[in-house]
């Protein structure tokens, strides 16, 4: 008898991994996976490929960070938009077909530009070169815009849809997906840069471009079969009918009546009302649609009872305090080498990792809105460090500099002056606009003469402490948000609420690249530090304010009734006192 049990046993816990790993949720995990693998190598190669064709010039990369910013900031409501009114399989299997399609017809046409770059810069006198600049920045953003429908659809609808009325699911979903993020981030550009060090350009295109065929494939099959699993992805949301009913439902979840409930109900009156409405559309309003879609969009966001959440998580990308091009170009400047660079961006994975686990934690334990009231303190505690590291032994602000002061230095070098010493680093400049971070003032260099003392390590050493261990923060501070927008949003708008949300983002993000243009000089880099925390903090503060407003005076109770406002399912903490 006890080896039948053992057998029992045995075969019920392969039973369980294979129920697992055929389940929706592991399917769903897998072609996120092969997704975001794919949109992460192409990410960074384009901007290398850019680079390298336009002769180590920084020229179209900018242009193409311009356009993609530029056309999500204007298109994401309407993208949003079309998500919502269209059928949840035709919009994933659209969304993908168009964003692998083009990626794979952009890594073709570099391919030819890198195999026939002479012959087409003597043609037309250039101008079949520059058509191909074009083209390559026009289609690459088409990707980028379908890659957004993709990620609206997956990580904002067909997640809830899979989750259920299980919210402990959905945040645990929701996490892996971010560790799922996390991973990629840091493998897949490495993979593909290791591809085009030992390769070629040419080889890297065709690499990705035959990558994302097969991974157009993979999940086109996948996202089939999760749609199989998940009978309730074929019901849709549309009509005002449901949405009026629906609002009511999201203020009274996990009441009298189930959503899903109301949703079959209400259904039917959609199947009724819905071809009433289609009428003949004049050109003028056809022209005038994606307006009206972008200003309801807009309104439909500002009206959103977790506006203020919202809003708080788009001032969170106006920082220079992340591990971009910035950042990673002023680490360069105080003496960090490459390899240095490599492993603190490993270790903000893992503290990023660590914050999706503290996620999962905190809301189990203090429910969801307090989660985001208490990863805000977090982060902005840990950011305190990169506020002393402004003013430590080592930080080069000073705010004399002027910003232009390298254009003025290559302009005093085209001429020759006899006393100017050709060694001194002051007066030395660079081509490219990025290589101004490279630049260094004579007050950082007689502190990089003493090489042996570690006294100048000290800022920048505070500053990227700071910056990892913020991470923990704010990827949690994320979660938080992003879960709200998935519980708070009805069904029929969470399309178009997350398209304008993706567009807040985008704009934030956009004037943190502009205020660094502003103010290109590592001297100033410690005025931007202080203006990143300024907008984090003016960012919390905005979700404290939601806060305040959801939970009232249980905000700060560490164990206390459930929230009956936005919230109302988040369990209490777990403790004998109350």
Not at 271 to 292: D, L, M, N, R, Y
Request: hydrophobic share 45%.
């Amino acid at each position: 008898m006890a080896r039948a049990a053992e057998q029992t046993g045995g075969g019920g816990c392969c039973g369980s991994c294979v129920s697992y790993f055929t389940s929706a949720k592991f399917l769903l995990y897998l072609g996120h996976s092969l997704s975001t693998w794919g949109d992460r190598m192409w990410h960074f190669a384009v901007s290398v490929f850019l680079v390298e064709l336009y002769g180590n010039s920084l020229l179209l990369t900018a242009v193409y960070g311009l356009v993609v910013a530029g056309s999500v900031l204007l298109l994401g409501a309407i993208i949003g938009d079309w998500v919502d009114k269209n059928p949840r399989l035709k919009v994933a299997q659209t969304s993908l077909v168009v964003q692998n399609a083009s990626v794979i017809l952009c890594g073709i046409i570099l391919m030819i530009v890198f195999l026939f770059k002479t012959q087409l810069l003597t043609l037309y006198s250039g101008w079949l070169l520059t058509m191909c600049y074009i083209l390559v920045i026009t289609i690459a953003n088409i990707a980028n815009l379908a890659s957004t429908a993709t990620a609206i659809t997956i990580q904002r609808d067909w997640i809830v849809v899979v989750a259920g009325e299980d919210r402990s699911k959905l945040a645990d979903m929701n996490a892996t997906v971010r560790r799922i993020d996390q991973l990629t981030n840091i493998l897949a550009p490495m993979a593909v840069g290791q591809i085009m060090t030992f390769g070629s350009p040419v080889i890297g295109c065709g690499f990705i471009s035959g990558w994302n065929l097969l991974s157009m494939c993979l999940e086109y099959l996948l996202l089939w079969k999760v749609y199989q699993k998940t009978p309730a992805l074929a019901l849709k949301a549309t009509s005002k009918i449901e949405e009026s009913e629906l609002k009511q439902l999201n203020v009274q979840k996990d009441s009298e009546l189930k959503p899903t409930e109301g949703v079959q109900l209400i259904e039917k009156d959609v199947t009724v009302s819905e071809p009433q409405q289609e009428k003949e559309i004049s050109c003028s309003a056809w022209i005038a649609e994606p307006f009206i879609t972008f200003r309801d969009g807009w309104v439909a966001y500002y009206k959103q009872p977790v506006f203020l959440a919202g809003l708080g998580l788009a001032f969170l990308y106006m920082t220079v305090l992340g591990f971009d091009c910035i950042t990673t170009g002023y680490a360069y400047t105080q003496g960090l080498s490459g390899s240095v660079l490599s492993l603190l961006m490993g270790a903000s994975a893992i503290t990023g990792i660590m914050g999706t686990v503290a996620f999962t934690w905190l809301r189990r334990k203090c429910g969801l809105v307090r989660t985001g009231f208490i990863s805000g303190i977090a982060q902005f505690a840990c950011l305190v460090s990169c506020v002393i590291s402004v003013f430590m032994p080592g930080s080069p602000l000073d705010l004399t500099v002027s910003p232009f002061a390298d254009i003025r230095t290559r302009l005093l070098e085209e001429q020759p002056l006899p006393t100017a010493r050709p060694t001194d680093m002051s007066e030395i400049s660079f081509t490219t606009g990025t290589h101004n971070w490279l630049n260094r003032s004579s007050s950082v260099n007689s502190d990089l003469e003493m090489s042996s003392d570690s006294v100048p390590l000290i800022s920048v050493s505070l500053l990227f402490a700071g910056v990892i261990t913020a991470r923990v923060g704010l990827w949690s501070f994320d979660l938080t948000v992003t879960q709200l927008l998935q519980e708070n949003v009805i069904e029929s708008e969470r399309g178009i609420i997350n398209g304008v949300q993706n567009s807040m983002n985008y704009l934030l993000d956009l004037l943190h690249f502009i205020m660094v243009i502003l103010a290109p000089n590592p001297e100033a880099f410690g005025l931007l530090v202080l203006i990143s925390v300024s907008f984090v903090a003016m960012g919390h503060i905005m979700y404290f304010r939601f806060a305040q407003k959801t939970l009232g005076n249980q905000l700060f109770a560490c164990c206390g009734l459930k929230s009956k406002a936005v919230s109302n399912d988040s369990p209490p903490c777990n403790s004998s006192t109350v």
